[in-house]
């Protein structure tokens, strides 16, 4: 039979996100995951021009090896080889693919409950763009339908291949090979491990670096780590780790490890944009794409020469990063969830005078943004908080209502840019004083202010910034059923307490 990848799409439930496909397990049966699967394949044959092989790779969730195998199936009815390359983070399957110029897959559902995950796709340059995304809705594929039940799932799911080491091999040498044996020699780097499916290698990667691993907290259960909301035990298991064993530093990526948690050595975790920055200027970038929700930092430390504000997602900062290229130019991205992408090559000579180079990877990286920020705590003698306290003081935190229907955030936003209620709903907030400025906390937070919006951006949602200088950003998840709140301001207990407020809004819109 022949079934169209858009009528799969409306019958599953199933569809693209900010980044590749994603939904319930229940939802993602074998049947739609094969159609998935061919209808990037059959995209990939017709657009680019590389040989009949994909290589797939998976993360720890339970689901992944029932979705790897109904791609195996796929792959093989379209005629392609299929390489294995077992259950390796997401940039290391990238990085294997653009360096054989091939399409690659990645099984995943990042930071999301394990009842939810996701396919993830890389044509043989790197992550599908947007245009990309349109190329594989529109597809067709022809099946036999007598090889699924009447559940959806395959009678006879053939067998995974043998895993092919070399996708994971290469990723770890990356590391060494541009930073040295030695960059983190001295260094004492605890691994928050849970169930990243980059635990292991993220321990192999700091030793070869040269530093001491302490490696805690792994978890044999699917953990929903979520990089950009970092859950209060987690905050609490970092802290109790730092007390009881010194370290400079604590590593941690979510489940797919290509978002990545870095903590001080008192267990703070660092917000993902503002751990971007820092990356940045280590590695001497000089112009970034980020989405309109990080840290205006950025703009304030007068780091950069060019910096291009994109809406939330990996496709669109690989966009903007492209829009950046020019001669000569260091290019990367980075996310509120603090992956890290690097558009062009970067070079280094050593003291010997031998000269490294580090090869583009334009999709999330979860190592390089917290060894790049570690390889400049050793360099300089100094501790992440040096490095804190040199940019500008704003604080962003944010949060997001769980099981919030799409339909009701977006019909809310639209209510609001249309009556244009943001002074009306949250103004107020930003106007009034801050209650720790009486105890001489916030002493500019008595400032008389209006509540007035000053600047509106629609990029991605909708961004207010107020005459406190305040930013509220409302969003609907692209990827769940959630509703986002970001808050920055000049303090970081005036941001939480905002926060707070605004989310007690948005949660009387679930009526």
């Not at 939802?27 to 094969?34: E, G, K, L, P």
């Not at 044959?45 to 790779?57: D, L, M, V």
């Not at 260094?187 to 691993?213: C, F, N, W």
């Amino acid at each position: 039979m022949s079934i169209s990848m858009q009528s799969v799409m409306k019958e599953s439930g199933v569809a693209f996100g900010t980044s590749g496909a994603r939904g319930l397990v229940s939802a993602m049966t074998d049947r739609v995951c094969y159609v998935y699967a061919r209808s990037f394949i059959e995209y990939c044959e017709a657009s680019y021009k590389c040989e009949r092989t994909i290589a797939i790779a998976g993360d720890l969730r339970p689901s992944t090896g029932r979705i790897l195998q109904a791609l195996v199936q796929a792959s093989n009815d379209a005629g392609w080889k299929v390489i294995y390359c077992g259950r390796i983070p997401s940039p290391a399957i990238a990085l294997y693919g653009i360096d054989k110029r091939l399409p690659t897959i990645m099984v995943t559902g990042s930071h999301i409950p394990a009842d939810r995950n996701g396919i993830k796709f890389n044509h043989p340059n790197g992550e599908i763009t947007k245009a990309d995304e349109q190329g594989i809705v529109s597809q067709s594929v022809d099946f036999d339908e007598a090889m699924f039940g009447a559940d959806g799932m395959l009678k006879a799911a053939p067998a995974l291949p043998a895993v092919d080491a070399e996708a994971e091999e290469n990723y770890c040498k990356r590391y060494p090979e541009f930073f040295g044996s030695d960059a983190l020699h001295g260094l004492t780097i605890g691994v928050y491990q849970h169930s990243a499916v980059g635990r292991d290698i993220v321990v192999r990667v700091l030793e070869s670096l040269g530093a001491t691993v302490k490696p805690f907290g792994r978890s044999e259960t699917f953990v929903p780590v979520d990089t950009e909301a970092i859950r209060k035990e987690d905050e609490e298991l970092a802290r109790e780790f730092t007390h009881s064993d010194y370290v400079d530093a604590i590593f941690s990526t979510d489940g797919d490890s290509d978002r990545p948690l870095l903590a001080d050595d008192a267990g703070m975790w660092l917000r993902g944009d503002v751990l971007g920055i820092l990356a940045a200027q280590s590695l001497g970038i000089k112009r970034i794409a980020t989405p309109v929700s990080c840290n205006t930092s950025l703009e304030k430390s007068g780091s950069f020469e060019k910096i291009c504000r994109t809406r939330i997602g990996s496709p669109y900062v690989i966009a903007g990063m492209e829009s950046l290229v020019e001669e000569g130019a260091t290019v990367a991205g980075y996310e509120a969830n603090g992956g890290f992408l690097l558009q062009t090559s970067l070079a280094r000579v050593d003291a010997n005078g031998k000269r490294h180079t580090l090869p583009a990877l334009p999709t999330r990286d979860a190592l390089l943004p917290m060894i790049a920020v570690m390889v400049k705590v050793h360099d300089e003698r100094m501790c992440v908080v040096d490095l804190l306290r040199k940019l500008p003081k704003r604080f962003t935190v944010s949060d997001r209502l769980k099981e919030f229907p799409t339909e009701i955030s977006k019909a809310k936003l639209a209510e609001i840019r249309e009556q244009k209620l943001g002074e009306k709903l949250f103004g107020a907030l930003t106007a009034k004083p801050s209650k720790f400025a009486k105890r001489g906390e916030d002493p500019a937070a008595n400032k008389p202010f209006q509540g007035k919006i000053v600047s509106l951006n629609e990029v991605d949602g909708y961004r207010m910034e107020f005459d406190s200088g305040d930013i509220v950003h409302l969003r609907p998840s692209g990827n769940a059923p959630e509703f986002r709140c970001y808050v920055e301001t000049e303090s970081k207990d005036r941001s939480a307490e905002l926060l707070a407020e605004c989310l007690k809004i948005m949660e009387g819109w679930r009526k």
